[in-house]
């Protein structure tokens, strides 16, 4: 094992989140004129924001501006629009008229800004845990070990930790108690669909799940799979459209944190109840219209390659003869049909109920069992040596910081506040040694 000296900053993740205050670190480091100790950890071999999912035509849900810098510092030379420049794009993209870029050169961008941090990202690690580091009771840092491809492990510490491990996939039942090529989640949509399907000429292909991504992939498998029946299984009547009208929209600003922050538990969540169809369980309206046209157009060519089985659960699977076999609960009419597919993809979201399972050696030395307005996790008074160590946790706060908190909206923002905290904490330990050796 080896042992690596003290670090400011240890990231494990290394997704928009970390990435963005990585960005906001080297700024820090720049205005300070001494550059933070950092190391994030990514089990990923290279950067990949949501690779399985970029698909041809999808475009971002969010406007560039809400890129990785501009809502903290539009002149940082991270942001999106200086990406177009570099890259020679800038009127060409301008002469798209549009706020929202494709979902594939938004990655392009995050993988440029991620690039040029390099050097303080450690890819193909992946952290088995983390731990606090005592003396005499008190937690003097906090370390993680992880282990590289070849599984050798490496051992870190540092004064501050950042945990940004993206949330869970959500595989429900009765799928959950299915380990099968046939059965994926949406989260390896691209890399998994081709080999579920090798071989098969005109292949059946159940899409379970009425949000964005169910409906994504159900055009995909369309026009990847010419000869493909798709049946795409919703619980409800119908498509909900999603909600970005500008009041609605309202409940992603950054401002809307301190908001929902403040609210008693009951009230905030049902303000994130009533607003939960912004981005829960919805599609764009365009891609409704766009799913709705293919449905037709099978209308009137008089086939049947694609269905919307609304009002629909699956009840029961099983897997026979290299086929997947559901049993439908039909919740309009009160029936069941048994279908047979040649692979199931689950597009069925992801989970960020809690904390992280990584901060569980934490928890008892914690005040409360969630984090405060700025991300820490609440280390107890008493814990924590000199008060110079943080633990932070991001995109896992949604039901104190409302719904943007799992997603891009924020991030640039929300990075600044956690370098805030970091450099509140350095100064005050750097003032505190000074009044003792004085």
Not at 138 to 148: N, Y
Request: glycine residues 6%; hydrophobic residues 45%; proline residues 4%.
């Amino acid at each position: 094992m080896i042992d690596a000296s003290c670090y400011d900053i240890l990231g494990i993740g290394f997704g928009p989140s970390n990435l963005a205050l990585a960005i906001a670190l080297d700024e820090s480091g720049r205005r300070r004129r001494e550059p933070w100790r950092t190391v994030f950890l990514e089990r990923q071999k290279s950067f990949a924001w949501h690779v399985d999912m970029l698909l041809p035509g999808t475009d971002m849900q969010i406007a560039f501006v809400k890129d990785l810098v501009t809502l903290r510092d539009p002149t940082s030379p991270f942001s999106f629009l200086n990406y177009l420049h570099e890259k020679g794009r800038l009127t060409a993209f301008l002469n798209l008229k549009t706020f929202n870029p494709s979902r594939i050169e938004f990655n392009d961008y995050l993988r440029w800004a991620a690039m040029r941090l390099d050097g303080h990202v450690c890819y193909g690690e992946t952290v088995d845990h983390i731990a606090p580091v005592l003396s005499e009771g008190r937690i003097v840092a906090l370390e993680a070990v992880s282990r590289d491809a070849t599984g050798r492990k490496c051992l870190r510490r540092a004064r501050h930790l950042v945990v940004a491990t993206g949330g869970r996939p959500v595989i429900p039942a009765p799928f959950d108690t299915v380990a099968d090529r046939r059965v994926l989640h949406s989260s390896r949509y691209l890399s998994g669909i081709d080999a579920a399907l090798a071989g098969k000429a005109e292949p059946r292909v159940a899409v379970i799940g009425g949000g964005q991504s169910g409906a994504e992939i159900a055009v995909d498998l369309g026009e990847r799979f010419p000869n493909a029946c798709v049946d795409l299984v919703i619980r409800n009547f119908a498509l909900r459209p999603a909600d970005d009208t500008a009041f609605a929209n309202e409940i992603f600003d950054p401002e809307a944190v301190d908001l929902m922050f403040e609210l008693e538990s009951d009230r905030r969540a049902d303000v994130l109840e009533e607003l939960r169809h912004t981005n829960y369980a919805s599609v764009d309206a365009k891609l409704i219209a766009r799913l709705h046209a293919i449905l037709y157009e099978d209308c009137v060519l008089g086939i049947r390659r694609r269905r919307l089985l609304r009002e629909t659960e699956p009840d029961a699977i099983a897997v026979v003869d290299g086929a997947v076999l559901l049993r439908l609960h039909d919740r309009l009419h009160g029936g069941f049909e048994d279908a047979r597919y040649d692979a199931v993809v689950l597009a069925t979201g992801y989970e960020r109920r809690g904390l992280p399972d990584m901060v569980e050696p934490l928890r008892p030395f914690m005040q409360r069992q969630d984090v405060d307005r700025r991300y820490r996790l609440p280390l107890a008074s008493s814990a924590a040596s000199l008060q110079q160590i943080l633990a932070d946790v991001q995109g896992w706060s949604e039901e104190t910081h409302g719904l943007s908190d799992t997603l891009l909206l924020v991030i640039s923002v929300r990075a600044g506040e956690i370098v805030g905290s970091i450099e509140a904490i350095d100064a005050a330990a750097a003032a505190l040694a000074q009044a003792v050796c004085a």
